[in-house]
């Protein structure tokens, strides 16, 4: 798999987006969610890197909103960069 910036999150994101099979796009959003939340906590992340992570995630809750449908009542948090509050929330 073609992984340009060769972070783990970017791979298992792209096998989200990329996955057909529906009974197995769940598996592969939290797979993605968790590598973004393991990045954050274990390096410097660059302004570039935080934004991309950011966008991810909330791309990452279109995917789950629109192909498997609302999961969450309350939405998805995913880690911010920089963000004392350790996370935002997307409404599905």
Do not use: F, Q
């Amino acid at each position: 798999m073609d992984n340009p910036n060769g972070y783990l999150w970017h791979a298992l994101y792209t096998a989200a987006v990329l996955e057909t099979d529906t009974a197995r796009m769940p598996k592969r959003i939290e797979e993605a969610l968790n590598a973004i939340k393991d990045r954050r906590s274990w390096a410097e992340i660059s302004d570039v890197e935080c934004a991309e992570m950011e966008a991810t995630c909330v791309r990452l809750a279109t995917l789950r909103a629109e192909r498997i449908g609302p999961e969450l009542k309350y939405g998805v948090v995913y880690p911010a960069c920089g963000s004392d509050s350790g996370g935002k929330t997307v409404a599905n």
